[in-house]
């Protein structure tokens, strides 16, 4: 038997609609810049040559309904509203015919970012890990499994803050589709069941502030909520 020096942390795992089994989660994959009007809303350019990402480790998984504090060293924290993607099987080098083989399913997401340290970080050609890399920082909705809906390309995305509509597209605006996405990211990593991929958010992202409450939905794949707290 394993003897540890202290006891490791739980794992952190997402409901599944309609079973009673939960979806452990492994890491966290999220893609920059795949809708064209967010990146000129960021003042860049889409790369268009390939898609790029970053990560967030597991512990920033937070399920829809939260209340998350306010996080620290920052006065600037945004919403990103996103389609998600729940890997199921194993892709390594996995051709884009064959990619949506090993999806699971699909959820609603909010890649929560520290602006202000993200913009500070990209400024002096840095990672950005301090602007998205933090604890709460990955909202998840329920995930509902492909087998039943499908593998959407299409249908609206959309977020409100306080009623408010503040993002609303497309799924079709996607830049880099699912496939390509799996199938190119597949080349730098042994994709394994328990990766979430964030597929990337539409334009109108902006600030939220403590008491805020966000509601997002994706036509076919569900809702999410998100209460912001005070700072701790």
Same mark, same amino acid.
Not at 1 to 27: K, N, V
Not at 37 to 56: L, N, Q, S
Not at 108 to 114: K, S
């Given at each position: 038997?394993?003897?540890?020096?202290?006891?490791?942390?739980?794992?952190?795992?997402?409901?599944?609609?309609?079973?009673?089994?939960?979806?452990?989660?492994?890491?966290?994959?999220?893609?920059?810049?795949?809708?064209?009007?967010?990146?000129? $809303?960021?003042? @860049? *350019?889409?790369?268009? #040559? %390939?898609?790029?990402?970053?990560?967030?480790? +597991?512990?920033?998984? =937070?399920?829809?309904?939260?209340?998350?504090?306010?996080?620290?060293?920052?006065?600037?924290?945004?919403?990103?509203? $996103?389609?998600? @993607? *729940?890997?199921?099987? #194993? %892709?390594?080098?996995?051709?884009?015919?064959? +990619?949506?083989?090993? =999806?699971?399913?699909?959820?609603?997401?909010?890649?929560?970012?520290?602006?202000?340290?993200?913009?500070?970080?990209?400024?002096?050609?840095?990672?950005?890990?301090?602007?998205?890399?933090?604890?709460?920082?990955?909202?998840?909705?329920?995930? =509902?499994?492909?087998?039943?809906?499908?593998?959407?390309?299409?249908?609206?995305?959309?977020?409100?803050?306080?009623?408010?509509?503040?993002?609303?597209?497309?799924?079709?605006?996607?830049?880099?589709?699912?496939?390509?996405?799996?199938?190119?990211?597949?080349?730098?990593?042994?994709?394994?069941?328990?990766?979430?991929?964030?597929?990337?958010?539409?334009?109108?992202?902006?600030?939220?502030?403590?008491?805020?409450?966000?509601?997002?939905?994706?036509?076919?794949?569900?809702?999410?909520?998100?209460?912001?707290?005070?700072?701790?």
């Amino acid at each position: 038997m394993t003897r540890y020096l202290f006891e490791p942390p739980a794992q952190p795992a997402a409901p599944i609609d309609g079973r009673s089994e939960t979806f452990p989660i492994h890491r966290i994959f999220c893609v920059g810049r795949n809708y064209e009007a967010h990146a000129k $809303e960021m003042g @860049v *350019a889409v790369d268009r #040559e %390939a898609p790029f990402y970053f990560i967030k480790g +597991a512990y920033a998984y =937070v399920p829809s309904g939260a209340t998350v504090p306010y996080p620290p060293r920052t006065n600037n924290y945004h919403y990103e509203m $996103e389609l998600v @993607v *729940a890997m199921g099987g #194993e %892709a390594f080098r996995m051709p884009e015919a064959k +990619a949506l083989d090993a =999806v699971f399913g699909y959820a609603c997401g909010l890649d929560m970012t520290r602006r202000d340290l993200q913009l500070a970080e990209r400024a002096k050609q840095r990672p950005w890990d301090l602007g998205k890399n933090f604890e709460q920082a990955a909202v998840l909705s329920t995930i =509902v499994p492909a087998s039943r809906i499908g593998h959407p390309t299409s249908g609206g995305i959309a977020l409100k803050v306080n009623g408010a509509t503040r993002q609303s597209s497309d799924l079709s605006q996607l830049i880099w589709s699912i496939p390509a996405l799996i199938a190119h990211l597949s080349t730098f990593y042994h994709l394994q069941p328990g990766d979430l991929i964030y597929t990337g958010t539409p334009e109108g992202v902006g600030p939220v502030v403590a008491g805020d409450r966000l509601e997002g939905g994706i036509d076919g794949v569900g809702t999410l909520a998100l209460t912001i707290g005070p700072a701790e």
